[in-house]
């Protein structure tokens, strides 16, 4: 990608790495935080003019099969923390009434769908966590 192009189309996804790693670095230190590649690597998929939606799908894609399972290593079972760094409607730490939803971990069901039907969604509740408000240029 071209830095114009960059800028003009993924912009959003960047600012939402760049707060999530403010998040990690605050709890874990530098040496955690996430490289660009995962971002670069997710948007290389998605082709030139492609609707915001795919844009949005393809970087909550990348959320959910790379960094999602890179963050439960890095917070093995501190469920708070990861709370606290994506977010309660991702990360559920009480189990309330049905324990038994809690066995495989503490993570929203959409994270473990590999059918991508939330990945949107994903990337959503993401931005909105981490605040970050703008939306991609189409």
């Not at 844009?55 to 099969?65: H, N, P, S, T």
């Not at 917070?75 to 730490?93: C, H, M, N, S």
């Not at 039907?117 to 959503?124: A, C, E, S, W």
Request: glycine share 8%; aromatic share 8%.
């Amino acid at each position: 990608f071209s830095s114009s192009d960059w800028d003009e189309k993924h912009r959003n996804g960047a600012e939402v790495f760049a707060a999530l790693n403010r998040q990690i670095g605050l709890r874990k230190g530098r040496d955690y935080q996430l490289g660009h590649s995962y971002l670069i690597a997710a948007l290389e998929s998605v082709p030139a003019g492609s609707a915001v939606a795919i844009q949005e799908a393809a970087v909550g894609r990348c959320f959910r099969e790379q960094v999602v399972p890179m963050l439960l290593e890095y917070f093995y079972e501190d469920w708070p923390a990861l709370e606290a760094i994506l977010g309660e409607k991702l990360v559920l730490t009480s189990a309330g009434e049905n324990d038994d939803a809690f066995e495989h971990g503490a993570l929203n069901p959409s994270l473990e769908d590999d059918s991508g039907n939330h990945d949107r969604d994903i990337y959503t509740e993401l931005r909105r966590h981490l605040r970050v408000d703008q939306t991609l240029s189409a």
